[in-house]
């Protein structure tokens, strides 16, 4: 065997223009293996981190379309698409939310809706998400206020017209301008600044500092007309009873809404931990993807190794022909010619996992410059999983022609010299 590693080792050595453009299509694949890895645990550290900035001890209450299958509850899939075709459920409301603060593990809630409406001020007027919410949502939610207040429970409830400005709608419609005071104007209503948030960027795919906060009630009854809200976001006093709080939100919710068919629910219940479990199963789902459009690559850079010990084969004939007259068995013409296919992978996936923690290294620094909290990290299952792919893609492809070479007759073959 050591022998066979030494020949194969010096074969490719003497052949270094055809080593090199065979390692070059491993390093290739492989380096995208390494990327893909990194790219997917990066996004899943983007997104957990953004998921956990609004908390840790939270469970999020949410509508959903009640559509029941022959099989039960719909998947999310469906009910995804069912909210894409612009199905609404308007069943969750304020009073489910005041119900469920009532529970003893409940610390407090606060509600959310979106609309989007021009918001003016003076002859600037931009298209601005409204953001409506209940008092509450300052003291769970990870945000500060940057000057001013944020709206009380008062104002809320008494329809108050009360606004506080994210930090890029206020340097687009103020500037420089104190906003404190001043009065902006949503659908022809006007409403008066009485906070400006700290900056706080894009989070979970929103964009924050855009939006313009308004009292729930507000919002739903002079703006949108409407009594239902989004989602509602409850805080707990004690996260390890999570679970057993998320039933009893369940409990109250179906009370409210009738519902005696779990399948029929209008609504979903979702723990921090639920979130996460989530989060893991996506992330997997398009590592995996990437992983097997990366394997296409491989398969071409296998099929170059393929082609490039082929050659060999036909130029080192009378070699093999000679060896095989002085007594090398099958086995030795076979191990060799597999040496030398796996000593090209293994080679070009050494090279291609540096290449590859580069790029991702890189990847990182360019997502930085975009803002985005990109952690850069390369697991540790990726190095055996690229290491795996260069040794099965070399046993695979080099199978064939280390197969013929070893089944050559010597006879036939020393004729060939």
């Known amino acids: ?43 899943r550290r983007l997104v957990v981190g953004q998921v956990e900035a609004f908390g ?54 606060y509600a959310g809706i979106l609309g989007q409406e021009q918001v003016s001020y003076g002859n600037e007027l931009k298209k601005s998400f409204l953001f409506g919410t209940s008092a509450t949502y300052i003291d769970i ?9 944020f709206f009380t429970d008062a104002e809320d409830r008494s329809l108050m017209e009360v606004a506080v400005l994210g930090a890029k709608i206020k340097e687009k419609l103020f500037g420089d301008s104190d906003p404190i005071g001043q009065s902006i104007r949503i659908r022809k209503q006007k409403f008066r600044v009485i906070g400006v948030m700290e900056e706080r960027g894009a989070m979970a795919f929103m964009n924050f500092d855009d939006y313009v906060y308004v009292p729930i009630r507000t919002l739903q009854k002079k703006i949108m007309g409407i009594d239902h809200v989004m989602y509602i976001i409850h805080e707990l ?96 013409i076979m191990a060799q010619f597999l040496f030398e296919s796996i000593l090209i992978t293994l080679a070009g996936a050494a090279i291609g996992i540096v290449f590859g923690i580069i790029a991702s290294y890189l990847i990182s620094l360019l997502a930085a410059n975009f803002g985005l909290a990109w952690e850069f990290a390369v697991p540790i299952r990726a190095y055996p999983v690229a290491i795996g792919f260069s040794l099965l893609f070399g046993l695979a492809f080099g199978l064939y022609p280390a197969r ?14």
């Open 1 to 43: 065997m050591f022998s066979s590693l030494k020949i194969a080792s010096k074969a490719l050595r003497a052949n270094k223009g055809r080593t090199a453009l065979a390692i070059l299509g491993i390093v290739i694949g492989i380096a995208s293996v390494i990327i893909v890895f990194s790219a997917g645990e990066g996004i």
């Open 56 to 109: 840790t001890n939270i469970i999020e209450t949410e509508f959903r379309v009640p559509k029941k299958t022959a099989t039960g509850r719909a998947s999310d899939t469906e009910q995804g698409m069912a909210q894409a075709q612009g199905v609404q459920v308007t069943t969750l409301k304020i009073s489910d939310m005041e119900d469920i603060d009532k529970l003893p593990n409940v610390a407090r809630s």
């Open 141 to 149: 939610d990870q945000s500060e206020i940057g000057i001013g207040r």
């Open 237 to 332: 006093n004690d996260v390890n009873l999570a679970d057993e709080t998320a039933d009893e939100i369940r409990l109250i919710v179906r009370e409210n809404h009738n519902i005696t068919d779990p399948d029929r629910d209008d609504f979903a219940v979702i723990t921090m931990a639920e979130m996460m479990k989530i989060l893991d199963t996506v992330t997997g789902a398009l590592t995996l993807l990437l992983l097997a459009i990366v394997a296409i690559s491989l398969v071409v850079g296998g099929v170059g190794v393929m082609n490039i010990m082929y050659v060999m084969v036909s130029e080192r004939t009378p070699e093999i022909g000679l060896r095989k007259s002085i007594g090398a068995k099958y086995s030795d």
């Open 404 to 417: 013929k070479a070893a089944r050559l007759d010597p006879v036939e073959a020393l004729r060939r010299e």
